[in-house]
């Protein structure tokens, strides 16, 4: 149209409602509502506290408290969302709020501040928690006592092994002082007691079993062609022999079958 031809005001006015009627309607979308979660029994929350995570029981360690933060933050969150929600605290005093949540009451060791934990709690939305919740545990004691379960083990396991390794060292002493003679001789004889020229073998001799002894040198002379006899002098004469001042082991050895 010609803008310089003017316009009948019925006909303008009839424009207008033809463009108004070639108009969709506009309609105000709300946002999406946060669908929260119901807190079924098994379904489990995290938190991202200081970059450490912790995953929890929503039934029912969070819903026994739901005036606090955590309970709060955990029904804020979204159905949709999994990621840890994350929580502002201490990470290190964190476990001790979770312990309130589970039990109504917090043990700590020595070398954590009951003030310190009791200020994360506050800050949590746990007003409840008062200074005679918090409470030490015997930490040292059982410290104490581990530790002296353990050196116990040890010592016995200790002596195990010395009383095993000083048999193991009679008897090779014995069969090495066997090797040395079996060569040259049929029939010998090897002589061991506390007062022995080795003093690492007397010493050992006076302190272990002489039957466990025995059966192992047993074993080993029959594996080697030989037979061998023991007999204990005690002290005092035996007849040509001088007399003993110490009672002593005498192993006799015979190469081949006949005594």
């Not at 990621?83 to 039990?103: K, N």
């Not at 581990?146 to 002493?173: K, T």
Request: with cysteine; net charge neutral.
């Amino acid at each position: 149209n010609d803008l310089s031809t003017p316009t009948p005001r019925g006909a303008l006015s009839a424009r207008y409602r033809a463009m108004a009627a070639d108009e969709k309607p506009v309609v105000a979308v709300p946002p999406p509502r946060k669908r929260q979660r119901t807190g079924a029994a098994g379904e489990t929350v995290k938190f991202n506290v200081g970059g450490r995570v912790f995953e929890v029981l929503r039934e029912p360690t969070l819903s026994l408290h739901p005036g606090s933060l955590l309970h709060t933050s955990a029904d804020e969150a979204t159905a949709e969302d999994d990621s840890p929600i994350f929580v502002e605290a201490d990470p290190d005093l964190f476990p001790y709020i979770l312990q309130y949540h589970r039990d109504r009451k917090i043990l700590i060791p020595f070398n954590v501040s009951p003030e310190a934990v009791l200020r994360e709690a506050q800050k949590m939305g746990l007003e409840a928690v008062t200074a005679e919740c918090i409470r030490r545990d015997d930490c040292i004691g059982v410290a104490c006592r581990s530790a002296r379960q353990i050196v116990e083990a040890e010592r016995a396991r200790m002596r195990g092994n010395l009383a095993a390794s000083r048999i193991q060292y009679c008897i090779d002493s014995v069969i090495d002082r066997a090797l040395q003679t079996v060569y040259s001789q049929e029939k010998f004889e090897i002589r061991v007691a506390a007062l022995d020229g080795d003093l690492a073998l007397g010493h050992a001799w006076a302190q272990v079993n002489k039957e466990d002894v025995l059966k192992h040198v047993r074993e080993w002379a029959t594996g080697h062609g030989l037979q061998v006899e023991h007999k204990r002098l005690a002290a005092g004469t035996h007849g040509t022999f001088k007399a003993l001042t110490e009672a002593q082991d005498v192993f006799k050895f015979v190469v081949g079958t006949a005594m």
